[in-house]
């Protein structure tokens, strides 16, 4: 048992004010002279006996309940089941940069040094991170547990990210002081340029280096063109290495070559036709890199492509959707996008087997929409369909109640001033690790140059059984730029703003393009997305190790490969990693602004107990008075 303010335990002290009034200031009665009293004396002792146990027992209830005045002004908690005040938490980097030979055995021992060093007064915890963080230990004041966690980890062939680890270890903590010691080998990629980890000031970080390995071979990209395969093989060492590479077509052994990659990246072809065949795979042998960047997976063939309905006031991908369909037109060839235009009051009259669940409809314009439009595009999105809503001038804000449900509303505001007007709003991106902006890495940050003339309101009700919302983005004055609603099985985006570049200038900021096609796929889902996609973007049920598959949802094959950018074994210096790190407010980390010990007493509220058992002490206090009068 502790206290939040052990300070009001002092009012205790007036816990002796009714004893020394029972003891010294009770009233006496006089002694008397009486006649013989052997008749009397018996049933006079045994109710004074009576009296004055009722006394101490009431003079018992006054002290109690005043012990618990000052209990409750102390706020009293319970400490967590085996914690103490700090915690050290050791996190361990299990990337594709650790699966070098003999690297994983030396985090481990790394790691379980760090144990062992740490105060014995201490809770010990462990974290298991890649690109994203696991809790493999909880908080212990032993540590056997946290050395069983430790021996289990091995790597994985996700990529690093580091402000990923920091977050789920600052997480833990709870806002509790302690230690975060990083057992990582550095890499360089694992911070993307720009990228920072908010730490709070009473958390210590420490940094426990394994040593990169001195060269690496990797399939960093493979595919098909008219003349045959093709692949570019890196070679991340000073000097040039002789190695194999061998090529398989759906799994069949076509060839085997020796050669020698000089530094730097290489292309490697073969002159030979797939004949029909649907998965190509490249691999180099390596037996000092990483594992898993070895060979790379292509699927061959056209990919199938997402079926985007672009709903639009001129029916034409020229007027309202001109810069939308731009950037949808320059996506890779194995990620394709097919835009349909449609009027609004074409879309009435179009066949429901138009619109295929699992795609997306882009509404830019709302000028002729009747009811029965909106309802099919409602009833579409309910049926696992997508929707892109852009609040531009063509879109009447007052149909949204039928797209999304009478509890959203929009309304536009005014204009705040010109493009180049510094008043100008900008756009901050509330969760970078979300789906939609995690493909960005370091054009997140440059989001917020965005400059925004006129923008929307959009309002929504989070007290409703139709649907779920969450903000993805706000406005620097706090109005919501870019909310998700999940609607059914469906899911729906409405931005904020146009994106024709009338009401703001995002189209001419490099992160555009990239943002609309991550908008696009994350609405279409898993399912229609990439046929190529990074262990941590793999659809449910589908491995997260490199090969090829088939999605269980889609029935599509999914090619799953390694990040290239894991490849690059550069690492920073231990210094250099800690300057990545800053102080973080409540806001940014997601942590209480509040220590470890408020947070536990707010969610105990064991003064609440105190309070009531002193009503009854209170009431059993008044009842025996009463009857003793």
């Known amino acids: 048992m502790s206290f939040l303010f052990p300070a009001f335990l002092l009012g205790a002290l007036a816990a002796t004010v009714p004893v020394l009034l029972h003891f010294f200031a009770r009233d006496r009665a006089p002694r008397l002279p009486f006649s013989d009293v052997r008749f009397l004396e018996r049933a006079f002792v045994r109710r004074d006996r009576r009296r004055r146990l009722r006394e101490l027992l009431l003079l018992a209830l006054r002290v109690a309940a005043l012990l618990l005045l000052a209990v409750a002004f102390a706020r009293p908690f319970l400490e967590a089941s085996g914690s103490v005040r700090r915690i ?101 990629a694992g911070w993307p340029e720009g990228a920072r980890a908010p730490v709070p000031e009473h ?38 290495v002789e190695t194999e590479a061998t090529l398989l077509l759906d ?3 076509v060839d085997r070559r020796p050669m020698t990659l000089a530094p730097g990246a290489s292309e490697l072809r073969w002159d030979q036709a797939p004949d029909g065949a649907r ?7 390596d037996r000092d890199g990483y594992r898993w960047d070895d060979t790379r997976y292509a699927l061959l063939g056209p990919a199938s492509a997402i079926v985007v309905h672009v709903v639009s ?37 179009s066949n429901a087997s138009d619109w295929q669940v699992g795609d997306v409809a882009a509404v830019v314009g709302t000028d002729g929409l009747s009811r029965s439009g909106r ?4 009833a579409f999105v309910e049926a696992g369909g997508g929707l892109l809503l852009a609040v531009g001038d063509g879109v009447d804000p007052r149909l949204v109640r039928d797209l999304l449900g009478s509890a959203v509303e929009l309304a536009v505001e005014t204009p705040v001033g010109t493009s180049a007007d510094a008043g100008a709003r900008r756009f901050a991106v509330v969760d970078p690790r979300h789906p939609v902006f995690r493909p960005l890495d370091d054009l997140v940050p440059a989001l917020g140059r965005v400059r925004f003339t006129r923008t929307a309101r959009v309002s929504f009700s989070a007290d409703t059984a139709d649907y779920s919302a969450s903000v993805l983005a706000r406005f620097d004055h706090g109005d919501p730029a870019l909310v998700e609603f999940d609607l059914g099985t469906g899911r729906a985006l409405v931005f904020a703003s146009d994106l024709n570049m009338e009401a703001n200038d995002l189209p001419r900021h490099p992160g555009f393009v990239p943002l609309l096609q991550e908008l696009v796929r994350y609405l279409a889902g898993p399912g229609a997305s990439s046929s190529e996609v ?45 300057a990545r790190l800053g102080a973080s407010s409540p806001a940014a980390s997601g942590v209480r602004s509040t220590s470890g010990e408020v947070a536990r007493e707010a969610e105990q509220s064991l003064w609440w107990y105190v309070v009531l058992a002193m009503a009854v002490v209170l009431v059993g206090e008044a009842w025996l008075g009463r009857n003793m009068a």
């Open 279 to 285: 998965v190509v795979a490249i691999s180099v042998s």
């Open 375 to 378: 309802e099919r595009v409602a």
């Open 88 to 188: 050290t938490i050791v996190a361990v980097d299990r990337s594709l940069s650790l699966s070098a030979p003999g690297q994983m055995a030396l985090a481990r021992e790394l790691a379980l040094e760090a144990v062992a060093m740490t105060p014995a007064d201490e809770s010990v915890a462990v974290v298991a991170f890649d690109d994203a963080a696991e809790v493999v230990a909880r908080p212990a004041a032993g540590r056997q547990l946290a050395r069983s966690a430790i021996e289990r980890i091995v790597p994985t062939a996700a990529g690093t990210r580091y402000a990923a680890a920091l977050a789920g270890a600052v997480e833990l903590l709870d806002g509790r002081p302690g230690r975060i010691v990083v057992v990582t080998d550095l890499q360089e």
């Open 203 to 240: 958390v210590d970080v420490e940094v426990l280096g394994v040593p990169p390995v001195a060269r690496n071979l990797a399939v960093t990209a493979a595919g098909s063109d008219a003349a045959g395969p093709v692949a570019v093989v890196l070679n991340t060492g000073p000097g040039p």
């Open 313 to 349: 006031n001129s029916g034409t991908l020229d007027a309202e959707a001109f810069y939308f369909a731009q950037a949808l037109g320059v996506a890779p060839e194995f990620r394709p996008f097919e835009l349909r235009p449609v009027t609004p009051a074409a879309l009435t009259a």
């Open 251 to 253: 799994g069949r052994e």
């Open 534 to 578: 990074l262990p941590a973007d793999a659809p449910p049920g589908v491995p997260r190790v490199p090969g090829v598959t088939l999605d269980p949802v889609s029935g599509r094959p999914v090619a799953v490969n390694v990040d290239p950018r894991e490849s690059e074994p550069r690492s920073l210096t231990p210094d250099g990693f800690l």
